[in-house]
């Protein structure tokens, strides 16, 4: 055995040199000893919610609790409980919410038995059900879908003070 590397020279076409000999082995990546600095180059890094990335209650999924936070939120199963978020709430179809939601903007494909407040945005989808009232900067509600409860949308904080029969006429 060689403790040093010979050079190889050229083999003629027909020669068992002339075969392609196999790749060199890679080196294993170095160890970083801090474990903050180091990145697994296999996975890459998560994305937080405001990259895009949903945080998601799976369909077979029963949960009961609070939600609170920033970014997206999706139900696709069950959830006992409050949800105040500061991003984009979605309970899919087929889901069921029991609970209040505070949101920027409320998605509502299943069911929901509680109040959305303050939302800047509400849609309720083709199926979605929501029984309970509705405070909204706007609302959509598509054919198909029901609803149980008050609402008030389109209003500043400052009107919806104002009750009708208040306001004097001269």
Excluded: C, Y
């Excluded at 309970?91 to 509502?108: D, F």
Aim: glycine fraction near 14%; hydrophobic fraction near 40%; proline fraction near 7%.
């Amino acid at each position: 055995m060689a403790l040093w590397k010979e050079p190889t020279t050229p083999a003629t076409a027909g020669s068992p040199a002339a075969t392609p000999a196999a790749a060199p082995l890679e080196r294993a990546p170095e160890r970083i000893s801090d474990p903050a600095l180091a990145v697994s180059p296999r996975r890459p890094a998560p994305k937080s919610p405001t990259e895009g990335g949903d945080s998601v209650i799976a369909a077979n999924l029963s949960i009961e609790g609070k939600i609170e936070g920033s970014g997206n939120v999706r139900i696709a199963g069950r959830f006992k409980g409050d949800a105040r978020i500061d991003g984009n709430f979605t309970i899919e179809a087929g889901a069921q919410l029991t609970g209040q939601v505070l949101a920027g903007t409320v998605v509502v494909g299943g069911e929901l038995q509680g109040n959305i407040e303050s939302a800047k945005k509400v849609d309720v989808l083709e199926g979605g059900v929501i029984v309970g009232d509705v405070k909204a900067g706007s609302i959509t509600v598509a054919a198909g879908s029901r609803m149980r409860g008050h609402v008030e949308f389109g209003w500043d904080d400052d009107k919806a003070k104002l009750k009708p029969g208040l306001v004097s006429s001269g």
